[in-house]
């Protein structure tokens, strides 16, 4: 776990420091001009998107809070690894779509919610149901959505640098030059950067929150067998279904979009053809090397998820 903390401690270094440096640039090349109003209006922008999140979320998941008399297990599923965790307990939400898969979501760890699917309760037995409540709790003692948001807060706030110089000079058409194109071009530059290490950060937090069910006390096996059961599952829906989440896919535990590639690699580790990824199997899997295609490794760089092989892979390393 330590060079995964290393990775996102240099990562966020490495996005502050190319604000930095862009706004020092900036200041120094052409003195204080409008383009800190973008600035300030991108990060009032994201903290609006930052407090009503939550309520988009549930609007767009139709999601419903159950209390523990609805559905016990789940509740008590979620009660046990809070308490494991040492963050209160979330609250617990139904979403109504077919499509099998979990989240969670919420401003602070106070304010938490973990929810799952109709199509997931359908699909996983107890123990994979609950390693990937595990992992939803891990994101959520992380803070992953505060460091997600804050994020991605760079490269909007890079894009509104670049719009503002590359077509408007800097606030001031007068002043229009070669030199306040070439920053805006630059700033355009480190904002197709920024995004992708946006998404970087993102497949990070993942492999952080599947050790973190592990921690919490649920085998490598259940999560890498759930993992399996999802893809297989996202696999069979309609593209449809699939588009109807298009834009919420990085708060869910696996990138359903990329089910139809995802299951071609996977189904060769359920050895015994059961559907599932037993200890056996997955112990199988921590002295084979993974090797991956050109078009692999490119769409994992354009992805918030891991390639779910590796991801399986990394978590044969936690199976002793």
């Not at 090397?289 to 769409?299: A, E, H």
Request: proline share 3%; net charge positive; hydrophobic share 45%.
């Amino acid at each position: 776990m330590w060079y995964l903390k290393l990775r996102m401690y240099l990562l966020l270094a490495i996005m502050f420091a190319i604000v930095y440096a862009i706004i020092s640039v900036i200041s120094f090349s052409l003195g204080i001009s409008n383009f800190y109003f973008y600035l300030v209006l991108s990060i009032v922008m994201m903290f609006i998107q930052y407090m009503i999140g939550p309520k988009i979320v549930e609007w767009s998941m139709r999601v419903r809070y159950i209390g523990p008399t609805e559905y016990p297990k789940l509740h008590q599923m979620v009660e046990e690894l809070s308490a494991k965790a040492g963050i209160p307990k979330p609250k617990v939400g139904i979403a109504r779509i077919g499509l099998p898969n979990a989240f969670a979501f919420g401003r602070t760890i106070k304010d938490g919610r973990i929810c799952v699917t109709e199509g997931i309760l359908k699909l996983l037995d107890d123990n994979e149901l609950k390693a990937v409540l595990g992992h939803e709790m891990s994101h959520l003692k992380n803070r992953d959505v505060l460091t997600i948001t804050l994020l991605s807060v760079i490269p909007v706030i890079l894009y509104r640098i670049a719009w503002q110089f590359m077509f408007y000079g800097g606030g001031n058409r007068r002043e229009r030059s070669g030199n306040t194109a070439l920053i805006g071009l630059v700033a355009f530059l480190f904002y197709f950067i920024t995004n992708l290490l946006v998404l970087y950060a993102s497949r990070i937090r993942e492999y952080f929150a599947d050790k973190g069910s592990v921690i919490l006390g649920n085998h490598p096996a259940n999560l890498a067998s759930a993992l399996y059961k999802l893809v297989y599952g996202s696999a069979r829906l309609e593209k449809e279904s699939l588009k109807e989440v298009e834009g919420l896919k990085a708060f869910f535990i696996n990138d359903p979009s990329r089910a139809l590639n995802e299951i071609k690699e996977l189904r060769q580790l359920d050895l015994d053809k059961s559907g599932t990824i037993d200890p056996y199997e997955l112990a199988a899997l921590e002295n084979k090397r993974i090797n991956l295609s050109f078009g692999d490794k490119l769409l994992e760089i354009l992805s918030t998820h891991p390639n779910m092989l590796k991801r399986i892979k990394q978590l044969s390393t936690y199976n002793k």
